[in-house]
């Protein structure tokens, strides 16, 4: 700070601190019609000048910037005094100093502003405007306003209600207030007003983060102190419970503090992994790779081989992964130079691997330990040569079930399973709630399931080859085959929309509740190569689908969202079933460019026929499309009236 800045504070200081002590004793002199001796009041001006040092401080009075203009001066000295006034009544009553006249105390401040106001007027149109530019610069600027929130307000009301009633009913063991109490309670209210007010609590301003947001809050919290003593001072409630009344009003501060840092970690908008597809869309446009992503036996010839290195030395204390690695790979054509083994769960330790310069990439770290798993396969997408191998490993909802009953007692197990379950597995998927999950855990040792794992490394354009279950861990084998998805919102919520073929071969979005794990939409090829079709036409053994999932589809839960695309017009009551672009590819030709000539339907006519085999559904849907485009409205009846049937009394289900 320069000396003649520093020198110009003391001198402010210095005669505001003068002036504070001759109003007091100028207003004692007054009231007895003499010159009074300090000794009458000593408590009052030990705690007047404690008040008038603290508050100084605390607002900077005398930084030579806070006074950027002549009215903002006067506003930031009246400011000050309040303050003061406020502190000194709290001080008072707190410490129970209640000898002093009312009138002199209030009479003091009075004339303390008065003489303030004539002092720094002058001042300012006595050289003082020149002297303030030459050290800071005068800024015109006023107060930005926002919006009042009436709901904060209401609820603010309510918190502070149910503060004060329940501090007053620990205190006297009943909710029935006694007419002191009452008259307390909507001064309290009152206070709490005004002090919301004045510092802006109710309005919605932008901040810069956690501690700006709580700043008005905390400073509603000292006026409401300060003001509610300096009415308990002027009214003589001297009687009243000091712990009811402040005790409510630091409860009302913690539950605010409480509420408020809830909306801001939920409200806070945390990258989600799926967000970084975009972002690193032209990162990969500009990747040096052919956009023919290339097979390793069509790359450079292999100068040393990479088996023997992982053999013996990489992988000794991983026998069974060596195997695995081996039987799934050709290593003797992955070069040494060109693979890599980690055992990491920073994306730093894979940022300074070049882009596009390994065969092979294995990382012993287990991937629930990564914040955003969908940035960390894309690292790697970046890194591998195109038909580059990746090899990883996750702690899958079925692994840790597993580890956790080998681990305890069936009993313990038992009890500590749903509770671990909760918290690891829905508490990272819930709104909100979500987002204080990764504040607390960083998104670290969350667990993920077999599909979801499998999805997104399909999502972010591999392809697994391999899969094994080994020590209570899965590991994968996945392959560099294609670009990352272009999709921006694979699903992961509750309530989820699908891509189905509609009316004239156009893609229309079907909602759905959730019984498949999130990212199982990508792993439809992988599930139809790993075990075809069933009789019915799904998938067999369709790992993707929750234990509740089965249930829910058993009792046409999953298809009541679908009564929002029937209102829209997307569906309507009778009809084939919406398919994937996938699962429709798998029809013959004819079959194809009949469906598209009418909507889907909430009703297939599956339940009618109940057919067997794939073969059979389609049979079906042929027989049903022949006849609707001969009479649609009595086609659609007949097959209506006999799923109705089956549904009701043949017990037919989806499966």
């Not at 918190?159 to 309290?188: D, K, V």
């Not at 956009?291 to 010839?301: G, Q, R, Y």
């Not at 075990?531 to 999932?549: C, S, V, Y």
Request: positive net charge; proline residues 4%; aromatic residues 18%.
């Amino acid at each position: 700070m320069p000396k003649s800045r520093a020198k110009y504070i003391v001198y402010f200081f210095l005669a505001d601190l003068i002036l504070f002590n001759l109003s007091i004793y100028m207003a004692a002199s007054l009231k007895n019609w003499w010159f009074a001796s300090y000794s009458q009041y000593p408590d009052f001006l030990l705690i007047a000048n404690i008040s008038f040092l603290i508050v100084g401080a605390f607002v900077k009075k005398y930084t030579p910037g806070l006074y950027i203009n002549k009215k903002y001066g006067l506003w930031f000295l009246l400011r000050t005094t309040v303050g003061v006034l406020y502190l000194n009544a709290f001080i008072m009553v707190l410490f129970k100093v209640y000898y002093l006249s009312r009138i002199h105390f209030l009479f003091s401040f009075v004339l303390y502003q008065a003489l303030l106001f004539a002092v720094y007027l002058a001042f300012y149109h006595l050289g003082g405007e020149r002297l303030l530019k030459s050290l800071n610069g005068v800024k015109e600027r006023w107060f930005e306003h926002g919006k009042l929130n009436y709901r904060f307000i209401i609820l603010d009301f309510f918190l502070f209600l149910g503060s004060y009633y329940f501090i007053y009913y620990i205190r006297y063991n009943t909710f029935a207030l006694q007419p002191e109490h009452e008259r307390m309670l909507i001064l309290l209210v009152g206070t709490g007003a005004i002090a919301g007010f004045s510092t802006r609590k109710f309005e919605i301003l932008p901040y810069k983060n956690f501690f700006y947001k709580i700043s008005p809050i905390f400073k509603s919290y000292l006026v409401m102190f300060a003001l509610t003593g300096l009415s308990m001072f002027f009214l003589g409630w001297y009687e009243l419970s000091h712990k009811l009344i402040f005790g409510s009003i630091s409860m009302f501060f913690g539950l605010e503090i409480a509420g408020v840092f809830f909306l801001y970690v939920t409200r806070k908008q945390m990258p989600a992994d799926i967000e970084e597809v975009a972002e690193m869309e032209k990162s990969w446009r500009s990747e040096k790779a052919s956009a023919h992503f290339l097979s390793l036996e069509e790359s450079d010839a292999v100068v040393r081989s990479v088996k023997e290195r992982l053999q013996n030395q990489y992988l000794t204390a991983y026998p069974e992964l060596f195997e695995f690695i081996a039987q799934n790979i050709d290593l003797q054509k992955v070069d040494e130079q060109k693979s890599v083994v980690l055992n990491t769960h920073t994306s730093f330790n894979l940022e300074v691997i070049n882009d596009n310069s390994k065969q092979l990439l294995i990382n012993l770290h287990k991937l629930n330990d990564f914040r955003r798993v969908n940035r960390y396969f894309l690292i790697v997408h970046r890194k591998l040569l195109p038909g580059g191998y990746f090899v990883g490993q996750a702690h899958t909802l079925k692994t840790h079930k597993d580890w956790m009953y080998e681990k305890f007692p069936t009993f313990i197990a038992n009890l500590l399973y749903p509770l671990d379950f909760f918290f690891r597995r829905v508490c990272p998927k819930l709104p909100y709630i979500k987002n204080i999950y990764f504040l607390i855990t960083r998104g670290q040792n969350r667990l993920i399931s077999r599909a979801e794992v499998l999805g997104r490394l399909h999502f972010c354009g591999f392809k697994v080859i391999a899969e094994k279950e080994m020590n209570n861990r899965l590991y994968y084998i996945a392959r560099k085959i294609r670009f990352p998805s272009i999709d921006r919102n694979p699903s992961y919520g509750p309530l989820i929309k699908l891509r189905r073929i509609g009316l004239d071969g156009r893609l229309i979005y079907v909602y759905k509740f959730r019984t498949m794990h999130p990212y199982s939409e990508y792993l439809q090829d992988y599930v139809y190569e790993k075990n075809k079709l069933e009789q019915n036409g799904k998938f067999a053994n369709d790992f993707r689908i929750t234990t509740w999932g089965k249930w829910m589809r058993r009792l046409w839960i999953d298809e009541l969202p679908q009564l929002y695309n029937f209102l829209r017009g997307d569906l309507s009551l009778i009809g084939v079933r919406a398919l994937s672009p996938h699962y429709f590819s798998l029809y013959p030709d004819d079959v194809k460019e009949m469906r598209i000539k009418f909507k889907p339907g909430l009703v297939p006519p599956y339940y009618a026929d109940m057919p067997n085999s794939f073969e059979e559904i389609v049979e079906s849907e042929r027989r049903y499309l022949l006849k609707k485009m001969q009479s649609p409205f009595l086609t659609d009846c007949q097959y209506f009236t006999k799923a109705m049937f089956n549904i009701l009394f043949r017990n037919a289900r989806s499966r």
